[in-house]
C-alpha cells in the first residue's frame, strides 16, 4: 500500500481475567475512522485521532508496526505508549481522565496481514495491573487504502 488517506475500521473484545467464553460471545465494540498511512523503511505508520469518553478533546493516536512488533502512542492532553510484542511483557503508564494507571501488556498473538490496498492486523493480549490479571483482550484492525471498496467493520 502507499503512503495514502485510509479508512480504519477497529474491532475490540474484551473478556475478565479467567473467562476462557470464545470470543465470538463476549462483549465487544467498534470503532470506524479515517486517518494517514505511510511507510519508512521498514516501519509501517497509521495516524488518526479518537474522542475518548471523558476526554475534552480528542486526541493524536500513532499505529506502527515493524516485523511482528506493535506500538500505540497517545498524544493529548496526556500522553502513553503501548507495545505489542507476541511473547513479551511491556509495561506503560495508561491515562485515564480519573488518573494513570500502570498497566502490563502481555501479547500473546500478533498477525499483520498486508493484501493488495489494505492491512488486517489481529492482536490478543491480556492485561495486568499491580500483578493481577485484569483483562484478555482481542483487537481487530482493518485498514482500507482508496482503492478498496469493502464493507470494512462488517468484514471483520
Known amino acids: 500500500m502507499k503512503n495514502q488517506r485510509v479508512r480504519i475500521f477497529f474491532r475490540m473484545m474484551n473478556r475478565p481475567a479467567g473467562d476462557e467464553a470464545s470470543w465470538e460471545s463476549v462483549r465487544r465494540g467498534c470503532l470506524e475512522t479515517e486517518g494517514e498511512y505511510y511507510q519508512r523503511g521498514d516501519a509501517h505508520y497509521c495516524l488518526y485521532e479518537e474522542?475518548?469518553?471523558?476526554?475534552e478533546k480528542p486526541y493524536k493516536v500513532m499505529?506502527?508496526?515493524?516485523?511482528?512488533?506493535?506500538?500505540?502512542?497517545?498524544?493529548?492532553?496526556?500522553?502513553?505508549r503501548m507495545v505489542f510484542e507476541p511473547?513479551?511483557?511491556h509495561c506503560d503508564f495508561y491515562h485515564t481522565p480519573y488518573g494513570a494507571l500502570l498497566l502490563e501488556t502481555e501479547t500473546h498473538g500478533l498477525e499483520i496481514t498486508e493484501e493488495r490496498d489494505r492491512f488486517i492486523l489481529v492482536l490478543e493480549y491480556g492485561v495486568?495491573?499491580?500483578?493481577?490479571s485484569v483483562s484478555e483482550n482481542r483487537m481487530e484492525i482493518r485498514i482500507l487504502g482508496k482503492g478498496e471498496d469493502n464493507?470494512?467493520?462488517?468484514?471483520?
Open 128 to 132: 495486568r495491573q499491580e500483578g493481577q
Open 151 to 156: 464493507q470494512g467493520i462488517h468484514a471483520l
Open 51 to 55: 474522542q475518548p469518553e471523558g476526554w
Open 87 to 89: 511473547g513479551k511483557c
Open 63 to 80: 499505529l506502527k508496526w515493524k516485523g511482528t512488533v506493535l506500538e500505540r502512542q497517545i498524544r493529548g492532553e496526556k500522553t502513553s
